[in-house]
């Protein structure tokens, strides 16, 4: 059974939509079967559509065999399982195991999603990872989360041309981003101090700025060395270990969908030398910065 059969075999009741709108519009572009035989193993995209919706719009589904991620850019909808109600409003993402029954409808007068319905033995790990896999994810206006997206939808713009290994990196950084996310949660809620949350923050989400332990000192009026012991405490790493792996990763993202020069991202990110930039990523992820593009964009075929 294709995909398009299942979806339509799986409603409890017919869905309720605007005139004109078709029942299959959630899942939007349905996706062949992926040729790369790893992406298809790890995380394979089934389906994948970015809605704007009006009332009326209300699913009722029984089971789909695969995993939802649902990220609102506007307005505000609602999914239903069980006996919960998740609201879905501006900025959250959600993580949802289908394989049981739900509701997905609209709660104000618009509601505007992008929806990847994703299959793959990975994502079963990282539901497990996840202690609260079914609770939406708010996200800060600056998160790499957004980025992501973007590379996805950059990348699924001509089907034909659309590189699998990069649909695979983009969802493998958004599930670990969630997974680190989720973690200081955890933390949050085993009392991290504050003065540490807010050096966290600075690196979240202003990583092109210039930090100093002796800023913090300074800021904090708290000795950089209990910092620097307090933080690699709390998050299992050191403060300029996490700020430089924050700005790999925005690099990774830039260096996949955009054209700009190495030294301009390393500038971005806050890394101005540039030979220190390229032995920093190197160290990180085992590439320079070209080789890893090169690499993402344009992977080795097996013979």
Not at 48 to 72: A, E, G, K, M
Not at 158 to 186: G, H, M, P, Q
Not at 201 to 229: G, H, M, P, V, W
Request: aromatic residues 14%; proline residues 4%.
């Amino acid at each position: 059974m294709d995909l398009k059969q299942e979806f339509k075999s799986s409603f409890i009741r017919l869905p309720s939509l605007s005139p004109g709108i078709s029942e299959y519009c959630l899942l939007g572009q349905i996706y062949e079967e992926s040729p790369d035989e790893l992406a298809q193993q790890m995380i394979s995209v089934l389906a994948h559509s970015i809605l704007s919706c009006q009332p009326p719009f209300t699913y009722h589904i029984r089971s789909l065999n695969c995993y939802l991620l649902l990220l609102t850019t506007s307005g505000k909808g609602a999914l239903h399982y069980e006996s919960q109600t998740l609201e879905l409003s501006e900025k959250t993402l959600l993580f949802f195991d289908c394989r049981q029954p739900f509701s997905l409808s609209i709660a104000g007068s618009f509601w505007n999603f992008e929806a990847y319905f994703l299959c793959g033995s990975n994502l079963k790990t990282y539901y497990k990872l996840l202690e609260k896999e079914e609770t939406p994810l708010n996200l800060h206006a600056h998160s790499t989360i957004f980025q992501y997206f973007k590379a996805l939808e950059r990348n699924n713009t001509s089907y034909a041309k659309r590189n699998t290994v990069l649909d695979l990196k983009c969802f493998t950084d958004i599930f670990t981003e969630i997974s680190l996310i989720r973690s200081t949660e955890s933390a949050s809620e085993e009392k991290v101090p504050a003065y540490l949350m807010y050096m966290k923050k600075c690196f979240d989400y202003s990583y092109a700025e210039n930090y100093t332990l002796q800023d913090f000192e300074d800021k904090l009026e708290i000795s950089k060395y209990r910092l620097c012991r307090e933080f690699s405490n709390y998050f299992e790493i050191s403060p300029l270990q996490y700020l430089n792996r924050k700005r790999i990763d925005v690099a990774k993202d830039l260096l996949c969908t955009t054209d700009v020069p190495i030294h301009e991202i390393g500038t971005s990110v806050g890394i101005d030398n540039t030979n220190h930039f390229i032995n920093l990523f190197k160290r990180e992820t085992g590439f320079t910065p070209n080789a890893y593009r090169q690499n993402m964009l344009h992977p080795a075929k097996s013979p």
